[in-house]
């Protein structure tokens, strides 16, 4: 296993963006500094936000803090795929680890994934997210096979430590040279600052990284556990319609960059016999007279319906605009150059292409 506190450690990236998230940023630092296996260092990735930074910077500035957490500015365009790559070019430990801004870690979440890593063909492990409903509890109509919606782990994935097509961005880690191998995450692709819920972003890596090295490894461990904040406005219907419909803009973008038959392989499962499975449940809950069965149910068929159209959209903007996408080469810090230059180009960016969709 990995002693932290060598160059061989962690190195934890957490995106930041805004000041209104200041006290979950504290905390998530905090949960990173509090881990059973320390990390060799946290890297604050501020996304064009100058004052946000400085006062990261003013926050930190302790000689002690400054070996611990390091606050730097998004090198890249404005967006969640940039920011990461930002971090992973100045990262300095051999594995790579993302953790959501407003999320914390369990105690023992980097051990979980170090131990992962003794099988050197474990290239990433992603880990269970829950949710921390801001009022307190799931809404009764919130069906948990889309957990995914705010951000946390779903029904229908499997328990224990098992292998997975990708993981998921706010709670993962990589091996530093799957990005030698792969590239950065695609800028074009997930979120980018603006109002559109957009992602996918972690899936079109880990699919591509699945190509660059076809004996890799990428697995989940449920015990690698963080708790990811929900707010208010998320706990909303109008952000579930809102934010499922993204969710089928950008897996068209997704099957645009690595092809359908990859780009889908999980989500055809998941919707020819998860969500069946769970609408059933809803229906069944409903009878019983138990609260919430209709409401679950009835989300259930909205997502998929949003999600499809979506989708469909995508991919016809796409044909007729075209889509761009760059994932690398990554410059590290050291002057070396990570992952390949290559990119998919036919036209204006992914994020254009979906421009004025979402409503």
Not at 169 to 179: E, K, L, M, P, V
């Amino acid at each position: 296993m990995s002693d932290g506190t060598s160059p061989h450690g962690f190195s934890v990236v957490v995106c930041v963006y805004t000041e209104d998230r200041w006290e979950d940023i504290l905390a998530a630092v905090d949960s990173v500094r509090k881990q059973s296996l320390p990390p060799l260092e946290t890297l604050l990735v501020v996304d064009h936000n100058e004052r946000l930074r400085a006062r990261l910077a003013e926050e930190y500035a302790d000689a002690r803090l400054r070996e611990e957490v390091r606050v730097l500015a998004n090198a890249g365009p404005r967006g969640l795929s940039a920011g990461r790559n930002t971090g992973i070019a100045a990262a300095r430990g051999e594995f790579v680890a993302f953790l959501d801004d407003d999320a914390v870690a369990e105690r023992d979440w980097l051990h979980h994934f170090a131990a992962a890593y003794d099988d050197p063909r474990v290239m990433a492990v992603g880990g269970r997210t829950l949710p921390a409903w801001a009022s307190g509890r799931r809404p009764a109509w919130f069906p948990e096979e889309f957990d995914w919606v705010v951000g946390c782990t779903y029904r229908g994935l499997a328990p224990g430590r098992v292998p997975v097509r990708n993981v998921l961005g706010g709670n993962a880690s990589f091996r530093r040279t799957a990005f030698d191998a792969a590239g950065g995450f695609a800028t074009g692709i997930g979120r980018d600052g603006d109002r559109r819920p957009l992602g996918g972003e972690e899936t079109e890596l880990c699919i591509r990284l699945s190509k660059a090295l076809p004996e890799a490894v990428l697995l989940m461990d449920d015990r690698a556990v963080i708790h990811h904040k929900v707010p208010a406005a998320r706990e909303r219907f109008g952000y579930f319609r809102t934010r499922v419909y993204a969710e089928g803009l950008s897996k068209a973008l997704v099957a645009r960059s690595v092809g359908a038959q990859k780009g889908l392989e999980s989500e055809r499962r998941y919707t020819t016999r998860v969500l069946p499975a769970g609408v059933l449940r809803g229906v069944r809950d409903a009878l019983r007279g138990r609260s919430g069965g209709a409401g679950r149910a009835g989300a259930i068929v909205t997502g998929v319906t949003l999600a499809a159209g979506g989708y469909a959209l995508g991919q016809l903007r796409a044909r007729r605009s075209g889509t761009t996408f760059s994932w690398g080469p990554i410059e590290r810090a050291d002057g070396r150059t990570a992952g390949r230059t290559d990119g998919r180009t036919a036209g204006r960016s992914g994020n254009e292409a979906a421009e004025g969709v979402v409503t």
